[in-house]
């Protein structure tokens, strides 16, 4: 029995495991803090657009290629928009919780894998010492 390739390969399955756990802990920090802070910089982003817009409404409907004569009946005096947002959508929170259930399924089986792998381990170890 090659004990090196044996230990390297259980170690090898360890490290794995440490990367799965890793990345699942990534996931869940992106699911439940950098997502809502994602969302809330884009919106302030938007209102901060909006808001320029409204100040500038003129330079914003000319831009916009709304033209109006001195003697139009109907002359705009401002623009105003909606500032709510509408919450993050919940099928962007079950694609990442897709995800997460997939990494979560890796893992345990992963660790079952690690387990079965040192109980196989330990025989082997004992048989070849047993008949060394």
């Known amino acids: 029995v090659d004990e090196d390739s044996l230990v390297n390969a259980l170690q ?10 890793e990345a699942l802990g990534l ?3 992106y699911r439940n803090m950098e997502l809502h802070e994602r969302m809330f910089e884009q919106r302030e982003r938007v209102e901060g657009m909006m808001s320029n817009k409204e100040a500038n409404w003129r330079a914003f ?4 290629g709304h033209t ?11 623009v105003t928009f909606r500032k709510e947002f509408d919450p993050v959508p919940a099928s962007a929170i079950e694609q990442i919780d ?13 660790e079952q894998l690690v387990l ?3 109980e196989n381990l330990r025989g082997l170890f004992a048989a ?3 008949l060394a």
Request: charged content about 40%; hydrophobic content about 35%; glycine content about 6%.
């Open 12 to 21: 090898a399955m360890e490290g794995a495991l440490e990367q799965k756990r």
């Open 98 to 110: 897709g995800i997460i259930e997939m990494y979560e399924l890796d893992m345990r089986e992963l």
């Open 116 to 118: 079965d792998y040192k």
């Open 61 to 64: 409907l000319q831009e916009a």
């Open 128 to 130: 070849d010492e047993a």
């Open 68 to 78: 109006y004569s001195k003697d139009a009946i109907r002359k705009p005096t401002g």
């Open 27 to 29: 996931l869940y920090h």
